[in-house]
């Protein structure tokens, strides 16, 4: 099991920026790749970004150049930086934790993000 804890949502303007943490507890051994996920009201949850453990990364068109996702092993903690937001960036954003040889997907409970013009 891997337990997942995200932090670091809330109220920005059109043009700031936030520090999404997701810290990862329990059988963190058997992770293959972490990301961020989100979720808008009225629309399908999707991918912001991921980082394997060899720290390859993978970035959704919409945040490329704008979003940057980095781990810190030693924490077992992944983080999103999010620059220069705007206001279709509103979502509740969710850790991801995946095992790519069983399949199976870990998720945090999600924070609010909400980007005003």
């Known amino acids: 099991q891997v337990q997942l804890v995200e932090s670091g949502g809330g109220l920005v303007q059109a043009g700031g920026s936030l520090r999404l943490s997701c810290a990862a507890s329990?059988?963190?051994?058997?992770?293959?790749?972490m990301g961020w996920y989100r979720q808008a009201p009225g629309k399908q949850r999707e991918l912001v970004a991921t980082?394997?453990?060899?720290?390859?990364?993978n970035y959704a068109d919409s945040v490329k150049g704008r979003f940057t996702i980095a781990r810190d092993n030693a924490k077992n903690t992944v983080y999103l930086q999010m620059n220069s937001l705007k206001p279709e960036d509103t979502a509740v954003y969710h850790c991801?934790?995946?095992?790519?040889?069983?399949?199976?997907?870990?998720w945090g409970q999600g924070t609010q993000v909400t980007v005003s013009s």
């Open positions: 991801n934790a995946v095992n790519y040889y069983s399949g199976y997907h870990y």
């Open positions: 329990g059988s963190f051994f058997s992770i293959n790749a």
């Open positions: 980082i394997t453990t060899g720290g390859n990364t």
